[in-house]
């Protein structure tokens, strides 16, 4: 099993999971173009694909999911919740095979085994993922503004971690942001800022981990460095072994074999 991103940040965010010839795309917030072209960089055609899980209806995560859908004729996976707030991105008369996930119940598509599980954040179901080959588990969360204990428990002994470092709480709080958005980003139901992802990470067993990547960074309220600094000292690795998603152009192929 190996995964990618094609970008990551509010203004985007598209994941790869590959094993074998099952290849899904977690969350697509970009245009059906676009994603063709970062695809390219990948080595990968949208044809290679084999279907879409969408996290939450925020248009970072949604907004290009069912028009790429569409076009390729890709099946999506989605909460109900989650489908409900999607229908205005749902081309009209468009033939999409839409399957509705339970945000406890594990599932397979073809080589890949899914373990959905639910997040604090204000979407109307937002459902984030673990992905594994039945030999390696990636954890991946993005969009949720704590932690709980069942995400501790969901997120334990993984083999590769996509993890939300959204801001730093100093910068959110003397940042650009108007004060209603400082407020919703630092919520409870916002994102996590880079000392609750660290929090976070520490109370996980990380003997298993082989790649850690901080995700969907604020371009105003972050800063690389901070998020680097933050994981690096939870793992008590160096900083540059933590990788950073960009928004631009994600991260390359990374592997577990
Ligand atoms: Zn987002
Ligand atoms: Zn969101």
């Not at 209806?57 to 409900?84: C, Q």
């Not at 400082?182 to 520490?202: F, T």
């Amino acid at each position: 099993m190996r995964f990618a991103s094609l970008g990551s940040g509010s203004a985007g965010n598209c994941l790869v999971v590959e094993k074998a010839n099952t290849r899904l795309l977690l969350d697509c917030g970009f245009s059906p173009n676009e994603v063709v072209k970062r695809l390219q960089k990948l080595d990968l055609t949208p044809e290679q694909m084999t279907g879409i899980l969408v996290t939450h209806e925020h248009d970072d995560h949604a907004k290009g999911a069912f028009k790429f859908a569409a076009k390729y004729n890709l099946p999506v996976w989605l909460s109900h919740g989650s489908l409900k707030m999607c229908q205005r991105y749902i081309p009209e008369s468009a033939l999409i095979q839409i399957n509705i996930i339970d945000s406890h119940t594990q599932f397979s598509i073809e080589n890949i085994q899914i373990n959905p599980y639910p997040v604090p954040h204000d979407a109307r179901e937002p459902t984030q993922f673990t992905f594994s080959d039945g030999n390696h588990k990636l954890g991946v969360l993005t969009d949720a503004g704590s932690s709980t204990a069942h995400i501790e428990q969901i997120l334990t002994g993984c083999d590769g971690l996509v993890l939300e470092c959204n801001h730093d709480l100093n910068m959110l709080e003397n940042g650009p942001y108007a004060w209603p958005l400082k407020k919703r980003v630092g919520s409870r139901l916002g994102h996590l800022d880079n000392q609750s992802a660290a929090a976070l990470l520490a109370k996980l067993d990380n003997s298993k981990l082989k790649h850690i990547i901080a995700a969907h960074l604020s371009a105003k309220n972050n800063r690389s460095d901070l998020a680097k600094n933050a994981l690096s000292q939870v793992l008590n690795c160096a900083q540059d072994w933590v990788g950073i998603a960009q928004q631009d152009d994600g991260f390359a192929w990374r592997s577990f074999n």
